[in-house]
């Protein structure tokens, strides 16, 4: 697969995977794929799962603008805040050299940066941690637990995190969303969801007083381990954080596409 065309993979990934999350919560969920506009807005209090992407391919500057104008005015019409998802890779050369100002200009503000993985090396052999002992969420409990260390993580009230995911019958039985366990205390997570031919890898998490010891990178092994051998799959994508970025090509991802996050200006 070209770089192009990972690219694409990667922002068709998000819309494909953050339909069934927005669609799986309570509320005015507005799922709609505009021209050169995927809307995902649960809005809910979870931020990740309030969602606009831009979709055009070699997009320009005068087009980007235009689509940016039109995102931040459904974003403004929102109870609760989200991200503007921006793939760099599918703009020209001239429209990123203009992006910061192009947002600035739109009414948004830049939070933060990650990158799109994939590859193709899946079944991975089944992990394990000196540390760990792995439980798959099936309960409300487990899932209030993924909830939290995601909020942890991400520096979000625990409450937000618990909007999002808490009394989803999606992460209990589709998605094969794991807990890495230190002497039966949940201190990491992540999950693997089938997504049109790949697996993809969501919502890691690690407790910040438990970063650095491995424990992100041995439950996302699980997830993948568990997803490829219930699914057949041998693709695997992801949108890593920049925290997490140096963890996954160990596992067998190869970087695409930078992703950068933009959030309404106050």
């Not at 090396?121 to 993924?146: G, I, K």
């Not at 209990?172 to 790949?198: I, M, S």
């Amino acid at each position: 697969m070209t770089g192009r065309a990972e690219s694409v993979e990667s922002m068709e990934q998000l819309a494909v995977v953050w339909r069934a999350m927005v669609l799986d919560r309570d509320g005015d969920a507005d799922v709609r794929d505009l021209p050169g506009i995927a809307v995902r807005w649960a809005d809910c209090r979870f931020p990740f799962w309030n969602c606009v992407t831009l979709t055009d391919v070699d997009a320009g500057p005068a087009l980007v603008e235009e689509r940016l104008g039109r995102s931040v005015d459904i974003m403004r019409a929102k109870t609760h805040p989200g991200f503007l998802w921006l793939f760099e890779d599918l703009l020209t050369d001239e429209a990123r050299a203009g992006m910061r100002a192009a947002t600035a200009k739109a009414g948004l503000e830049y939070a933060f940066s990650g990158t799109g993985m994939a590859g193709d090396f899946l079944p991975v052999p089944e992990p394990s941690h000196p540390d760990l002992t792995f439980a798959r969420v099936t309960t409300d409990e487990q899932l209030r637990a993924y909830a939290d260390l995601n909020s942890r993580a991400y520096g979000f009230p625990l409450e937000h995190g618990r909007d999002g995911l808490l009394g989803s019958t999606l992460w209990k039985n589709q998605v094969h969303a794991y807990l890495g366990l230190r002497d039966g205390t949940p201190v990491t997570c992540a999950g693997t969801v089938e997504a049109e031919g790949r697996l993809f890898v969501a919502l890691v998490a690690t407790a910040p007083e438990w970063e650095r010891r491995g424990y992100g990178e041995a439950v996302t092994r699980k997830a993948l381990h568990e997803g490829a051998k219930s699914s057949g799959l041998i693709r695997a994508t992801l949108h890593a954080t920049a925290a997490g970025a140096p963890v996954y090509p160990r596992i067998g991802f190869r970087p695409n596409t930078p992703v950068h996050f933009y959030g309404l200006k106050n």
